[in-house]
């Protein structure tokens, strides 16, 4: 059973761990891989990433991408979002604090920042969700 538009955006603010895929050309699939994002309902969901990574230099290829969220329990549920960048900005601690908080807790926050601060500048890249694909499998 699809999701409301309320369904979609409440799931889709839970803390899962989202798939990012981007268009890779017409001789390839989508790249795919897992990303945390960060979403709140009626908002735009954003990552973070490397400004000279390759999922950076396919999204400013193609402008857009699109986040896939799921879980199998209770019921098996999933929420893909897709739609144009609308901007693009550098990272900054009150950002990256609000993404690692929102996947990490007590220790584990101060200790992941102390790591990140090896990968480098980073940027906030927000999509404007344009298209939604939900289900509601219910008990499998």
Known sequence: MA????????????PHIAAL????GTDRAPLTLPIWYQ?????????????????????NETGRFSLMVHRTEPTV?????????TRIEPMTEELHLEMVTRYLSGDKVAAYLKEAESF??????????????SADLGAV
């Open 3 to 14: 999701l409301t538009l309320e369904e979609r955006q409440e799931f889709l603010a839970q």
């Open 77 to 85: 549920r999933y929420v893909t979002v897709e739609g144009p960048v």
């Open 120 to 133: 480098g500048p980073q940027v906030a890249v927000y999509l404007k969700p344009e298209h939604w694909v």
């Open 39 to 59: 979403y709140k309902p009626g908002a735009e969901p954003w990552v973070l990433t490397g400004p000279d990574s390759r999922k950076m230099r396919l999204i």
């Open 21 to 24: 895929s981007v268009a890779e």
